[in-house]
């Protein structure tokens, strides 16, 4: 199995420790944005990535690919069957890919991806502006609802905890400070995630990859 990508991305961040966290083997093969790789192209016609090619089956789109490894490989169990577990786990899913994903885009493209890998200025007023303004109020929307198991669906690891906890190893690698006094539980949430050995050595090829760039 092929997943295409960087986990620099965070959609790509979060396949590779779904996949880690069900102990499937695979191999990442790192394309960068505007990539012109056949078989990347093949299986994520719009080039963006992650992509999957498991013997031949390609598909793209973070979300799914999750829900295609969980169809094909139920154990340990990652999207709860229950309606209402499952649909709170496709909630939190779609929150982190696009309410969270674009404040942290805008934060992590302007700060890291322009200057290091593109070689040019960020808008670095607005991604303070985004750490500002935009953040907060998902930060606080978090902090309210972190159960005390430390999981947020069903008090067991989902994709919920795997989609959430991923932007914030880009947070975290884009200099934002999140205050453990007001974001008590967050802050312990995030961590505790991705410390977990299924995202924990891609953040630290990730730091070591953003160093290098300095
Ligand atoms: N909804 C998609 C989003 C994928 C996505 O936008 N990936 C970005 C990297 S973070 C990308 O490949 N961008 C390149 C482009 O838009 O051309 C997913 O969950 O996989």
Redesign the pocket.
Known sequence: MIIYGSTL???VRKVVAFANEKALPFEIKPVG??DRDPGFLAASPF????ALDDDGFGL????AICHYLEAKHPDPALIPADPKLRGRTIWYDEFA?TILFNCGATIFFNRIVAPRFLGREGDLAAADRAERDTLPPLLDYLEALIPASGYLVGDALTLADLAVASPFANFEHAGVAIDPTTYPRLTAYAAAILARPSFAASIERERGFIAKRA
């Open positions: 991305s965070p959609f944005i505007g080039g963006k990535m992650p793209a789109d973070s979300s890919d």
